[in-house]
C-alpha cells in the first residue's frame, strides 16, 4: 500500500523556519518525483516545489524560490521542505504527493502528474 505521512507543521511568526518532512512507503522510493503543494483556505491548490528522487533535481515555484528549499534522503524514503523567512501568505495546508517519473524527465508541479498523495500538514505563519 503506497503512503504519503508528512510531519512538521505547526505555528510560527513571520520571519521563522520549519521543516516538513514527507515519509513514503509503498513504492520504489528511486524511481519517483515528490512534490510539495499547499492550499490555503479559499484558495486553489499551489505547488511549491519538487524533487527528483532519480537525480535529485529540484523545482520550486516562485513565490517561494530563495526561501525554501527541498531535498531527499533515499535512504530513509523522507523527502525535506526546509521553509525559511516565512510570510502569513504561507499559510496553508502542505501536500506531499508523488508519481513515477521517467529518468529522462525533469520534475514539475503540475498537480495531474502525481498519483499519490498525503494527508496533508497545515501550517500556520503568524504577523
Known amino acids: 500500500e503506497v503512503q504519503l505521512v508528512e510531519s512538521g507543521g505547526g505555528l510560527v511568526q513571520a520571519g521563522g523556519s520549519l521543516r516538513l518532512s514527507c515519509r513514503a512507503s509503498?513504492?520504489?522510493?528511486?524511481?519517483?518525483?515528490i512534490g510539495w503543494f499547499r492550499q490555503a483556505p479559499g484558495k486553489e491548490r499551489e505547488g511549491v516545489s519538487c524533487?527528483?528522487?532519480?537525480?535529485?533535481?529540484?523545482y520550486y515555484s516562485d513565490s517561494v524560490k530563495g526561501r525554501f528549499a527541498i531535498s531527499s534522503d533515499n535512504a530513509g524514503n523522507t523527502v525535506y521542505l526546509q521553509m525559511n523567512s516565512l510570510k502569513p501568505e504561507d499559510t496553508a495546508v502542505y501536500y506531499c504527493?508523488?508519481?513515477?517519473?521517467?529518468?529522462?524527465?525533469?520534475?514539475?508541479?503540475?498537480?495531474?502528474?502525481?498519483?499519490?498523495w498525503g494527508q496533508g500538514t497545515p501550517v500556520t505563519v503568524s504577523s
Open positions: 504527493a508523488a508519481h513515477y517519473l521517467h529518468p529522462m524527465m525533469a520534475p514539475d508541479l503540475q498537480a495531474y502528474h502525481y498519483d499519490f
Open positions: 509503498g513504492f520504489s522510493f528511486d524511481e519517483y518525483a
Open positions: 524533487i527528483s528522487s532519480v537525480d535529485e533535481s529540484t
